[in-house]
């Protein structure tokens, strides 16, 4: 049974810095692209950020670029999105997700697997 289990959400306030956890297990991740995602409360799931089977390429979307950074320690299974400078629009549930491919992807249809997500929230 594959499984992937974020952590590391929380209440910040604006300016504040989390990491999220994505904790694999199950399954061999170690040759697949993942990725970020998150949903806010009656929005539609957006990507956030992705990163290649063995890390050397990585894709942001817009609104994070220079202030997320994606990374993966394949041995430890264990996916990470360093959050800094965040704001009251990044308050949303963050999902990680697992595509077949070893590139980074940015549409969600090309995910296979996904946690359950975790929940951050920026106070203003």
């Known amino acids: 049974q594959e499984e992937l289990v974020e952590s590391g959400g929380g209440l910040v306030q604006t300016g504040g810095s989390l990491r999220l956890s994505c904790a694999t297990s199950g399954r061999t991740f170690t040759y697949y692209g993942m990725g970020w995602f998150r949903q806010a409360p009656g929005k539609e799931r957006e990507f956030v950020s992705a990163?290649?089977?063995?890390?050397?390429?990585?894709e942001y979307a817009d609104f994070v670029k220079g202030r997320f950074t994606i990374s993966r320690d394949n041995a430890k299974n264990t996916l990470y999105l360093r959050m800094n400078s965040l704001k009251p629009e990044d308050t949303a549930v963050y999902y990680c997700?697992?595509?077949?491919?070893?590139?980074?992807?940015?549409?969600?249809?090309?995910?296979?697997?996904w946690g359950q997500g975790t929940q951050v929230t920026v106070s203003s």
């Open positions: 990163i290649s089977w063995s890390g050397d390429s990585t």
């Open positions: 997700a697992a595509s077949r491919s070893f590139t980074p992807r940015i549409n969600k249809e090309e995910y296979a697997y």
